[in-house]
T-cell receptor
Framework: GAVVSQHPSRVICKSGTSVKIECRSLDFQATTMFWYRQFPKQSLMLMATSNEGSKATYEQGVEKDKFLINHASLTLSTLTVTSAHPEDSSFYIC?????????????FGQGTRLTVV | AQKITQTQPGMFVQEKEAVTLDCTYDTSDQSYGLFWYKQPSSGEMIFLIYQGSYDEQNATEGRYSLNFQKARKSANLVISASQLGDSAMYFCAMREGPSGGYQKVTFGIGTKLQVIP
């Protein structure tokens, strides 16, 4: 299957700093990328959907100024957690799809475990 | 309202036996896709099987099959001949949205499967 690379896999940062997470599709053009957040032993919560070259669509309750998403190219999307606080500590995972057809599976990155101290 | 409902927080199955993981969904779209993913403790999301809303046959992939009952809006995953390596969280997901427009993939809360030797 297609490969989505997410970096970094783990990051520890100080409260008040910003952290950038990258999501790259290595062997296909990702028309749409999704960013999820997963709390321990819970499901993936969709944060936002981004299409290349346009602004991300955020889910209700997700602060767009807090979680900045940039989808500058068909192979790269970034999530920046700005002014991180301990409550932002979580597992963040991206996924990408390469077409509009419904039978296109979503390919996932390996996830990023963010710890804010 | 919940888009994807998984009512079994945890399931046990004896090795080599079959197990069914339940999933019901809610959508007003005519065209949608249903997926099952496996998430081991490492956190990665592993694609298992896909069913399109227009597919008349139930999807099968090796030991995985999807029992698709469109009128009931259910898409249960059946794992045959369970193996110890099948122990993981299993998520049902749905992709919906207009072709060429805003699409999203949402997940159920997951079912933790434990295979007993």
């Amino acid at each position: 299957g297609a490969v989505v690379s997410q970096h970094p896999s783990r990051v520890i940062c100080k409260s008040g700093t910003s952290v950038k997470i990258e999501c790259r599709s290595l062997d296909f053009q990702a028309t749409t990328m999704f960013w999820y957040r997963q709390f321990p032993k819970q499901s993936l919560m969709l944060m936002a959907t981004s299409n290349e070259g346009s602004k991300a669509t955020y889910e209700q309750g997700v602060e767009k100024d807090k979680f900045l998403i940039n989808h500058a190219s068909l192979t790269l999307s970034t999530l920046t957690v700005t002014s991180a606080h301990p409550e932002d500590s979580s597992f963040y995972i991206c996924s990408a799809i390469n077409g509009q057809g419904m039978n296109t599976e979503a390919f996932f990155g390996q996830g990023t475990r963010l710890t804010v101290v | 309202a919940q888009k994807i409902t998984q009512t079994q927080p945890g399931m046990f199955v004896q090795e080599k036996e079959a197990v069914t993981l339940d999933c019901t969904y809610d959508t007003s779209d005519q065209s949608y896709g249903l997926f099952w993913y496996k998430q081991p403790s490492s956190g990665e999301m592993i694609f298992l099987i896909y069913q399109g809303s227009y597919d008349e046959q139930n999807a099968t992939e090796g030991r995985y099959s999807l029992n698709f009952q469109k009128a009931r809006k259910s898409a249960n995953l059946v794992i045959s001949a369970s193996q110890l390596g099948d122990s993981a969280m299993y998520f049902c997901a749905m992709r919906e949205g207009p072709s060429g427009g805003y699409q999203k993939v949402t997940f159920g809360i997951g079912t933790k499967l434990q295979v007993i030797p």
